[in-house]
């Protein structure tokens, strides 16, 4: 028997409808959930902490522990980007500890540990505290395809996971392009040679998930993911009832009853309908290009705004061109946060500015020295002595050079709101300005059934300025390259938070 890993809470609208599902939506399909006999329920992690917070003005812990409360026999999962935890940037060990610890504590029984670099050394400390909670550790393993990308790479951090006690390991295919002949190899290579159980997650947009899946199953995987049919397809996971269909009356059957399954798609069928406005119909459509360019649908969407305010659509040829190029050149990162943002600023960059490299953006710099982690292949030589030739490469892990973060973050909470707690020192250590702006909608009475457009806009008089962007520098007609870098990267910064650039009804 194959178990069901069901998104439907937190990958399934995060990949349709950019993570806007409130927790008032949820909460109704809770019981149900929690009788059908999945494997795991996937609540927590990814956008869904940030969202809450910036867009939703809902307490996200105060989300897992209503979950918890009304789904007590499922195991609840969660999804952690290794020293990034819910975050865009390297967190302190102390930081990490204490994060995890206190989502342990409040009912997350799975974390789903993951590194854009697939560096074993970013999910050390993750997978230590998540042990040392008591939860159950899965070290992800980032599908990519590239020339350094081998079936035995893969397996080579599967044992290195092992090595550092995870309980199971999972196969994430990200961008949906993990054909089933491979994952099937993958899965019975990491069975074979780690020893560990292995979880398969994909996504629909290239058109095989199903095909995976099935493949996986069928290659002794312990669970594959799925999501309830209406927060299911393209971007997001295959259907749930499809795979429990799929596999009926298999030695893989799952034992879902059908019937139950229906009866909560409905469920959901309506809470999309209220969410209708923000369904960008392309996060629906299959795009077998993907099999061949492997830029993932929201990188893809985020490449089409950024032409489109630069009055550059005409030029996408080009910048998809570009990408596989960049990616070489830094080594053949897999195309995840954050390493898709930094990938397809700068090849952008590399289009409109009229030159490849002629401005190289802060992030690529940073990730050049080390300070994302390892890359995972050689360096272009030229790009490598140019950037460090300005400020040397690190030899170390990343975090090594953060200094400990959790006391200082919770005096300055606490100068805040005198009575906080380590989980709000938690948010604020994340995010200072975007839970500043929370605490000030909370102060003013404004919950997430009142906050409205128009609450929005009175609110937002209230928070600090953001600096103004530089006027636009002209040289011979053209947007200097310095000036676009930074219109470039601000825009591409709001999408990477915000894919569909809306705001909730409700």
């Not at 890993?5 to 949820?26: C, F, K, N, P, Y």
């Not at 008591?134 to 070290?139: C, D, E, L, M, V």
């Not at 309980?167 to 020893?195: N, Q, S, Y």
């Not at 089409?304 to 050149?329: M, Y």
Request: proline residues 7%.
């Amino acid at each position: 028997m194959v178990g069901l890993t069901e998104t439907v809470l937190r990958d399934g609208h995060q990949s349709l409808i950019a993570t806007r599902m409130r927790t008032r939506h949820m909460l109704p399909a809770a019981e149900r959930l929690d009788a059908i006999g999945y494997r795991s329920l996937e609540v927590w992690g990814g956008a869904t902490f940030d969202v809450c917070l910036r867009f939703l003005n809902e307490d996200p812990w105060e989300r897992l522990r209503a979950l918890k409360r009304a789904m007590p026999r499922t195991p609840l999962q969660m999804l952690l980007r290794g020293q990034n935890l819910v975050g865009y940037r390297h967190y302190a060990d102390d930081l990490v500890v204490k994060f995890v610890e206190e989502a342990s504590r409040q009912g997350v029984d799975i974390f789903r540990v993951f590194d854009a670099l697939n560096d074993a050394r970013n999910m050390e400390v993750a997978i230590a505290a998540v042990k040392k909670a008591g939860a159950r550790a899965q070290g992800t393993i980032c599908y990519t395809s590239s020339p350094v990308h081998t079936l035995e790479s893969f397996v080579e951090l599967g044992r290195r996971l092992a090595a550092m006690d995870a309980d199971e390991l999972c196969v994430k295919d990200m961008a949906g392009f993990l054909p089933p002949a491979e994952a099937g190899a993958l899965v019975r290579a990491l069975i074979r040679e780690v020893g560990l159980p292995v979880v398969v997650h994909t996504h629909s947009a290239g058109g095989l998930s199903t095909l995976t899946c099935l493949a996986a199953a069928e290659a002794g995987a312990t669970a594959v993911d799925g999501a309830l049919s209406p927060f299911a397809g393209g971007a997001s996971q295959p259907p749930t009832e499809t795979l429990v269909s799929a596999l009926r009356g298999t030695p893989l059957d799952p034992k879902l009853d059908l019937g139950a399954l229906a009866e909560l798609a409905d469920h959901f069928r309506g809470v999309l309908d209220h969410y209708r406005g923000l369904l960008d119909i392309r996060s629906l459509q299959t795009d077998p290009m993907i099999l061949t360019h492997q830029v993932p649908g929201g990188m893809l969407s985020n490449l089409l705004s950024q032409l489109k305010e630069q009055d550059a659509l005409g030029r996408l040829g080009e910048v998809l061109a570009e990408v596989p190029r960049v990616r070489a050149d830094l080594g053949y990162p897999p195309l995840v946060t954050p390493t898709s943002q930094i990938v397809g600023i700068q090849a952008v960059l590399n289009v409109l500015t009229g030159g490849r490299y002629r401005q190289i953006t802060k992030e690529v710099r940073d990730y050049v020295r080390g300070l994302y982690g390892a890359p995972p292949g050689p360096l272009d030589p030229a790009l490598r002595a140019r950037v460090t030739a300005e400020a040397p490469a690190i030899a170390g892990r990343p975090a090594d050079l953060l200094p400990p973060e959790l006391e200082k973050s919770l005096a300055e909470v606490r100068a805040l709101v005198p009575a906080a707690d380590t989980a709000e020192a938690l948010s604020y250590a994340l995010f200072p300005a975007v839970y500043r702006a929370y605490r000030q909608r909370v102060d003013l009475g404004l919950t997430p059934e009142v906050l409205t457009t128009a609450a929005l806009g009175v609110v937002a008089a209230l928070r600090a300025p953001t600096p103004a962007a530089p006027p636009p520098h002209r040289e011979g007609g053209r947007i200097g390259a310095w000036a676009l870098e930074g219109r470039v990267r601000q825009q591409a910064h709001r999408r990477w938070i915000d894919a569909a650039h809306a705001r909730p009804r409700g």
